[in-house]
């Protein structure tokens, strides 16, 4: 192995070291092959070590694709970013003040359903039931009132792919993103069978006791060797098209590359994706900015522009360093009851050393 594959895999397994069940990676280095490093477990009590070939939930990166995906209708001419979401929503509280780019900014006011929803491992969820309990459960603010996450605005942008397509946003994404980019071990959980079989299982470490739990872990009785496993949890229509998709790390590099490399959306779109960024701020990550579906994390002397996920058992991250060309994925099968945690805040050590040794490669 070359020094900087060397270098990785020693992040990697002292990340396992430090209490995290199991670690994929993949990274891409312009003119180069992606390369696939793991560590730990992908299932903990039966010993299944993690490989490149395991499926995780990608969570909130689902974002990423959502956003390209009604980016590609502004393209098409079928979606105004500036129209205001009432042609879709006409009984939306506030819905005259919401254009349809303040559902990808997080600046919409919409109230969220994130830490509400409840653990029903069988519920199978409709988009417009998850609405409707963001209203039912949360508060709105005023549109552009400022900065504040946004799952529900999510919900609301899958909607309009769904309509404006007449078919699931899951197809629109298959058809225009996936399948041209030959990511074949991707899909959306909402809509999608996957082969549960390949799936890392997911595991949560209990909150501390001065914290403010994430999610209601309550009937899930105790963990066994510090952990549960959340796996069947969550059901994935709970998050719908603010996180519901399943991949590997390498097809989410393929994505990553082809949306900088300008192989999926004009300049101009991909322009309001990623530069058309404003202040930002999320507890536990290292966000500094965002624009549409990206946000720029910001780790040491150098910069991701991507997308972080959270979802009961999974915790990820990916992006592109502009810089170095650097395109990574690196998702945990493991996650935790709080924002504030080392199994959010956590995964931020191994993307920051990972970017620092391929810096140090270079020099």
Known sequence: MSDLNNAIQGILDDHVARGVVGVSLALCLPGEETSLYQSGYADKFNKMPMTGDHLFRIASCTKSFIATGLHLLVQDGTVDLDEPITRWFPDLPKAAQMPVRILLNHRSGLPDFETSMPMISDKSWTAQEIVDFSFRHGVQKEPW???EYSNTGYVLAGMIIAHETGKPYSDH???RIFAPLGMKDTWVGTHETFPIERE????MHAAADDENPQWDVSGAGDP???VWDSTEWFPLSGANAAGDMVSTPRDIVKFLNALFDGRILDQK???????NIKPAFFPGSNTVANGHGLLLMRYGSSELKGHLGQIPGHTSIMGRD?????????IQNSGAGDFESFYLKGVNEPVDRVLEAIKNSRS
């Open 145 to 147: 009132h400022g900065m």
């Open 173 to 175: 994404l298959r058809s």
């Open 200 to 203: 890392a299982r997911g595991y």
């Open 224 to 226: 066994v060797d510090g």
């Open 269 to 275: 779109r991909l322009w309001e994706m990623k530069d």
């Open 322 to 330: 502009e810089e170095t060309g650097a395109a990574l994925m690196l």
